[in-house]
């Protein structure tokens, strides 16, 4: 992973209290609970628990009804010997990225993914097989890029334009903040490209995220600079120049994948 640039440092995040691995959960899987997506249906007293930093048994309950994102917590915590699957390092590794996804074994990860998608994803499981082989982790990106496409869920009849802006509102993504105003942020992001070929990141563009509703909301005190992380429209939390460093480490990892680790991506086939 190459230094931040001193000029591209975070602005202010450095020297915050970290929230608990419970907390930092919500924070992520909100935005696309917030659709329907998935999670319980209850997503008005899941964004209170982001709001109040409450950690209680029905939270827990919440975070293992996301079909999607808790059996990932569970292959890294199981695999590198954390008791907790919400504990803050498992939960940083799967949305963000850290070093616990280096610990895990490629077998754990195989048998993970033939035991979840094996069935869903049909005769499409070997393509799917095959980025685990090329390097694939258990980190948000590599659901998004890997696996998605293979398992139905960007639809049949999507259009290559709506499939894309679907893989890039999806995937975690890091903005640098251009102004707060209220309730919204206005961010820089490379937004996702396609070109026929390669999955890539575009030039940085201009867009306005959410960061609360009618003044409530999970993150405060954003400025100018912050880096932050982002999921559909939603701003998800600021990040330290390590937590920049990974999600973009581990973005990276797996667009080289689709882009050239496996004989035919994902992307490649929804997007054509």
């Not at 007293?45 to 999607?68: H, I, K, N, T």
């Not at 948000?140 to 049949?156: A, I, K, M, N």
């Not at 893989?167 to 820089?188: A, E, F, K, Y």
């Not at 609360?212 to 330290?240: I, K, N, Q």
Request: net charge negative; proline share 7%.
């Amino acid at each position: 992973m190459t230094p931040i640039p001193p000029d591209r440092a975070p602005a202010a995040a450095l020297h915050r209290e970290p929230v608990s691995g419970a907390v930092l959960f919500v924070r992520y899987a909100f935005p696309p609970n917030s659709h329907g997506y998935c999670g319980p249906s209850d997503n008005a007293g899941f964004f209170e628990y982001g709001v109040s930093g409450v950690v209680d048994p029905g939270l827990r309950l919440m975070a293992q009804a996301f079909a999607g994102a808790w059996p990932y917590l569970e292959l890294i915590a199981g695999s590198v010997g954390v008791p907790d699957p919400l504990d803050r390092r498992v939960v940083e590794a799967y949305w963000v990225g850290n070093d616990l996804l280096d610990r895990l074994p490629t077998f754990d990860i195989g048998n993970s993914m033939e035991e979840r998608f094996r069935h869903r994803s049909g005769p499409h499981f070997g393509h799917l097989a095959d980025g685990v082989v090329a390097g694939g982790l258990p980190h948000h990106s590599f659901h998004v890029f890997c696996v998605y496409p293979w398992t139905g869920l960007l639809g049949d009849d999507r259009r290559a334009e709506q499939a894309l802006t679907v893989l890039d509102r999806c995937r975690i993504r890091w903005g640098r903040v251009v102004s707060v105003l209220g309730d919204q942020v206005v961010v820089d992001c490379r937004p996702l490209t396609w070109n026929g070929r390669r999955l890539e990141l575009g030039e940085p563009a201009r867009e306005t995220a959410v960061r609360a509703v009618g003044g409530v909301g999970m993150l405060d005190d954003l400025v100018p600079g912050d880096w932050v992380s982002l999921h559909w429209e939603w701003v998800c939390d600021r990040l330290t120049e390590a937590s920049l460093r990974a999600l973009r480490h581990y973005t990276r990892r797996h667009l080289d994948i689709v882009n050239g680790g496996v004989e035919l991506s994902g992307p490649a086939a929804v997007l054509g």
